[in-house]
């Protein structure tokens, strides 16, 4: 059973803030959070992670729920260049990550 | 620094060829990994590295050897090539004693058996 829920697509305005939600209901207390994207089949890039607290890095946001069932990656100003699947992956164990299909985002001008 | 480098990028194989994937790293990651992705779907495990001289298998391992003699190289090799096996290969690594939780990945092998 996947351990996280995305949304399989989603569109977004260039220059305007994309949130995309991960659902991870099953998380236990000593798993991760972590979120990469993929750009047109290049190999996959590390945007940020997290285990309770929200963080933030130069390239995005991320909002973790209290009750950690649920977070938010949160690109605050999106470019062309933003276009990817973005993956969202719960594990306690970041050296064998779980690859799911993916939330599809296509940032249009 | 190069990062991570996969070569060859593409490959064609007949059915019951061998070849070897190879990917070395210049960043002193002591962290290696090999993850196959097949058309429309996210990455699988392979084989995984956390050292010089230590493997271990990761989701998807069958058809498939490792071995690790050195901290940079860390080559996939396939033995007697299947159809099944034809996919894109991506080989990642990550500075294990850090920590940080970032998998570095190279561009990608892709590999068709025919």
């Known amino acids: 059973d996947a351990k996280t829920t995305q949304p399989p697509s989603m569109d977004c305005a260039e220059g305007r803030a994309a949130n995309l939600p991960c659902n991870h209901s099953?998380?236990?207390?000593?798993?991760?959070v972590y979120w990469y994207r993929q750009i047109h089949s290049q190999g996959p890039q590390y945007i940020i992670h997290g285990l309770k607290n929200n963080e933030t890095n130069e390239m995005a946001s991320l909002i973790i729920t209290e009750d950690r069932k649920s977070s938010t990656l949160i690109l605050p100003h999106a470019t062309l260049r933003d276009t990817a699947v973005y993956y969202c992956i719960v594990t306690d164990s970041w050296g064998k990550l779980q690859f799911g299909a993916g939330t599809q985002v296509v940032v249009t001008p | 620094n190069a990062g991570v480098t996969q070569t060859p990028k593409f490959q064609v194989l007949k059915t019951g060829q061998s070849m070897t994937l190879q990917c070395a790293q210049d960043?002193?990651?002591?962290?290696m990994s090999w993850y196959r992705q097949d058309p429309g779907m996210g990455l699988r495990l392979i084989h995984y590295?956390?050292?010089?001289?230590?493997?271990d298998q990761g989701e998807v391992p069958n058809g498939y050897n490792v071995s690790r003699s050195t901290t940079e190289d860390f080559p996939l090799r396939l033995l007697s090539a299947a159809p099944s096996q034809t996919s894109v290969y991506f080989c990642?690594?990550?500075?294990?004693?850090?920590?940080?939780?970032?998998?570095?990945f190279g561009e990608g092998s892709r590999l068709t058996v025919l």
């Open positions: 960043m002193n990651h002591e962290y």
């Open positions: 590295s956390v050292g010089a001289g230590i493997t």
């Open positions: 990642a690594s990550s500075d294990w004693g850090g920590r940080t939780g970032e998998l570095f």
């Open positions: 099953t998380i236990s207390g000593n798993e991760y």
